[in-house]
């Protein structure tokens, strides 16, 4: 009989869905009629009809089901479905709460206990998901900076303190720039001129110029000495520079930052930096 009498309500159900969508009466109604009476595993099995039909049941009276289904389950000790309702429960009504006048405290506590959880695996959600935007705009910008790190190593191979200039760093960058320049048309220049006054030194036959000669090739020599040792030294600074801020690796892999968020108080942060 009372498999005919839910296969009837059930029946009746699929063909009213707008009667229980406007008031949830007929169904909280014959729920807490249902537990009034201790009929805990019809409570489970009406709910278990109810969600299997598919039937357009509306919010309230969803929760009025799984508020039923889930102390029921808990009287009958089925614990895990018990769990389980109230977390659906918690779903369509994060501020639910259980009136302990009406339930037994060991099901308010119960119930407590799964709301505190479920409130901390919003949180933990949310700040996962925070961690995660963070992470990936983090990492999208040592990818640009990194990009534009090892543009500014070539660069600066070809002509110091031009990879400075692409790394924003005008002040300095200008200042190799130009030093590196003076330096190169020094070194240039007395080159040229060293080899001239050599020339002439080596060819001159008047006794009275030669030691003339030679002291003007001399000088010129030092100088192109110096400017050269200059001009290396500053190549050399400008490199060491740029490269001594990181280093490329052979798989031209990129720095990576990653977070993972274990709980309120526990935070790991990893950075990956190519070696």
Known sequence: MKKLFFSILLLFLNSYPMIFSQTQEPIGNFLKSQFE????????????SILKSNSKISRDDSIQIFYYRSIAAFHIWDIALSEESFKTLLQLD?????????????????????????????????????????????????????????????????????????MKERG???????????????????????NSKEEAYLN???????????????????????????????????????????TISENNSIPNLSFRFFNPYQIQINLHLPF
């Open 94 to 166: 994060k501020d639910f709460k259980l009136d302990s006048t009406e339930v037994s405290p060991k099901i308010v506590s119960f119930f407590n206990q799964i709301r505190k959880k479920e409130i901390e695996s919003q949180v933990h959600s949310e700040q996962n998901q925070n961690f995660k935007s963070l992470n990936n705009s983090l990492n999208e910008d040592l990818r640009k900076n990194f990009t534009l790190y090892r543009e500014a190593i070539w660069k600066n191979l070809i002509f110091p303190g031009w990879g400075n200039l692409v």
């Open 172 to 194: 300095k960058g200008y200042l190799i720039l130009s030093s590196f320049s003076i330096s190169l048309i020094s070194s240039v220049y007395f080159y040229l001129d060293t």
């Open 204 to 246: 001159e036959v008047n006794v009275d110029k030669i030691l003339e000669k030679y002291k003007s090739y001399n000088t010129s020599y030092k100088i192109r000495n110096i400017s050269l040792i200059t001009l290396g030294l500053i190549y050399i600074y400008s490199q060491f520079d740029i490269i001594s801020r990181n």
């Open 37 to 48: 009476n201790f009929q805990y595993e019809e409570i489970i099995s009406f709910s278990d």
